[in-house]
């Protein structure tokens, strides 16, 4: 391996020749320290591909995902991180398709001079490892971890008797059916006496460590996002799941954990109602004062070419909806996530956006056929801390049952759909419908 030294790194940093390339676990792209480091978070500008994601993806793959990500064979590529037998690695795949390869493996040294420029997402908190979850179980102190009692949930859509993700899940974990927070026919949010009386019989309330996790990622960030409507103070989303878990070699049970009933939440529902619009009327007089109304469907559906779902018959958009990205099927959200069905970095979502004229400081509506697919866009954003964005729980499916509604059926202004820079999405499942 080629090294390259903290004083050329930091030379070449704005040199467009380079591309500096982050290796390491999300979380600490994302701003979690690493063991010995004062500070956290990416080099600007970095890309994040991990080891992970790399041997995730299939030989025949490899050329188009790292092309998309605009990786050139002129560039020098730099990679970085703490782990020096998958630095080496790395460096060896790449350099076997013929890029040009440095590693820089003083990252903690670097961190920990304060004079070195690193970026972090303000609220990076929300995304956590299985490591940092296994040891926080374990009692071990682990940054942000205050020592509140934890419940760990498997999200899905049945119940406990029907729930086949459940069947084998984290040691100690326990269910939570999405029922308990949406209901049928529209699959809003339901009444708040409902959510907290359902909250309540799972054991939770606002003071408690709430950490989520499902097999498709929407589910439990759909989750997430009613538990912060409601009020519970610190909930977590642990990226990859239990595929993460298992790969960390920690511990999986069949049994069935029933968690102790509360009976107070601590706080009235909703404590923050701002991050959710629920009626269409609402969402058309916001347009009115610039909100922007985003669409996490797919580009069928987008485009007036397909429902999405069995239930919703009518084809079509809200008038003045813009494309967000999605997936292949009303299913999965596969423009988001990485190969090894990890959350892509926020930095390459908004590089997205921003070709549609999606922005930071926008006023920000997400939605999709019944919200979650939507979660997913809206949890990017909280992740980041843009302060400005809640979701359209309504979607579609509300939005066409009436009649009077403005709608559109195509892209207006002749809008073209933009690749998405990651044909090599984790897709979840095949069905028409996300919670099928």
């Given amino acids: 391996?080629?090294?390259?030294?903290?004083?050329?790194?930091?030379?070449?940093?704005?040199?467009?020749?380079?591309?500096?390339?982050?290796?390491?676990?999300?979380?600490?792209?994302?701003?979690?320290?690493?063991?010995?480091?004062?500070?956290?978070?990416?080099?600007?500008?970095?890309?994040?591909?991990?080891?992970?994601?790399?041997?995730?993806?299939?030989?025949?793959?490899?050329?188009?995902?790292?092309?998309?990500?605009?990786?050139?064979?002129?560039?020098?590529?730099?990679?970085?991180?703490?782990?020096?037998?998958?630095?080496?690695?790395?460096?060896?795949?790449?350099?076997?398709?013929?890029?040009?390869?440095?590693?820089?493996?003083?990252?903690?040294?670097?961190?920990?001079?304060?004079?070195?420029?690193?970026?972090?997402?303000?609220?990076?908190?929300?995304?956590?490892?299985?490591?940092?979850?296994?040891?926080?179980?374990?009692?071990?102190?682990?940054?942000?971890?205050?020592?509140?009692?934890?419940?760990?949930?498997?999200?899905?859509?049945?119940?406990?008797?029907?729930?086949?993700?459940?069947?084998?899940?984290?040691?100690?974990?326990?269910?939570?059916?999405t029922n308990w927070i949406e209901n049928a026919p529209s699959w809003n949010l339901s009444k708040p006496k409902t959510i907290a009386k359902n909250l309540l019989n799972t054991g939770i309330t606002k003071d408690k460590l709430v950490v989520l996790y499902s097999q498709n990622q929407m589910a439990a960030l759909r989750v997430f996002w009613a538990l912060k409507w409601a009020g519970v103070e610190d909930v977590r989303f642990l990226n990859g799941g239990l595929s993460s878990w298992i790969k960390e070699g920690y511990p999986i049970e069949r049994k069935i954990n029933i968690p102790k009933v509360q009976k107070e939440f601590g706080v009235k529902i909703p404590l923050n109602p701002h991050i959710n619009i629920s009626k269409p009327k609402e969402i058309i007089k916001k347009q009115k004062k610039g909100l922007k109304l985003i669409s996490n469907r797919t580009w069928e559906e987008y485009t007036g070419k397909s429902t999405g779902?069995?239930?919703?018959?009518?084809?079509?958009?809200?008038?003045?909806?813009?494309?967000?990205?999605?997936?292949?099927?009303?299913?999965?959200?596969?423009?988001?996530?990485?190969?090894d069905g990890t959350l892509r970095n926020p930095n390459e979502i908004f590089k997205l956006w921003e070709q549609m004229g999606i922005r930071k400081n926008d006023k920000l509506a997400f939605y999709c056929g019944t919200g979650w697919r939507g979660s997913v866009s809206w949890f990017i954003t909280q992740l980041a801390g843009w302060e400005k964005t809640c979701l359209y729980d309504g979607g579609w499916n509300l939005w066409q049952k009436k009649k009077s509604l403005p709608i559109q059926k195509k892209a207006p202004k002749n809008v073209k759909k933009t690749n998405s820079q990651n044909n090599y999405g984790h897709k979840i499942k095949n069905k028409n419908s996300c919670k099928i």
């Fill in 1 to 177: 391996m080629q090294h390259i030294s903290t004083k050329k790194l930091i030379k070449n940093l704005k040199n467009p020749k380079y591309i500096f390339i982050d290796i390491r676990d999300s979380g600490f792209y994302n701003g979690f320290k690493q063991k010995g480091a004062i500070r956290g978070g990416h080099i600007k500008n970095a890309l994040n591909i991990t080891y992970s994601s790399i041997s995730s993806i299939k030989p025949s793959k490899f050329k188009s995902y790292i092309k998309a990500r605009g990786i050139k064979k002129d560039k020098t590529l730099v990679f970085y991180g703490n782990d020096i037998d998958d630095l080496k690695k790395m460096a060896k795949i790449f350099k076997s398709y013929g890029y040009k390869i440095k590693v820089f493996k003083d990252i903690i040294s670097y961190s920990n001079n304060k004079e070195n420029p690193l970026k972090y997402f303000k609220n990076y908190t929300f995304s956590i490892s299985s490591k940092w979850l296994y040891k926080a179980l374990k009692g071990k102190k682990v940054e942000s971890y205050d020592g509140r009692d934890i419940m760990v949930f498997e999200v899905s859509w049945r119940s406990l008797k029907k729930s086949k993700e459940y069947k084998t899940h984290i040691k100690g974990a326990y269910h939570f059916d």
């Fill in 309 to 339: 779902y069995s239930y919703i018959k009518k084809v079509g958009e809200p008038k003045g909806a813009i494309w967000g990205f999605a997936g292949k099927t009303s299913s999965d959200m596969q423009d988001f996530y990485n190969p």
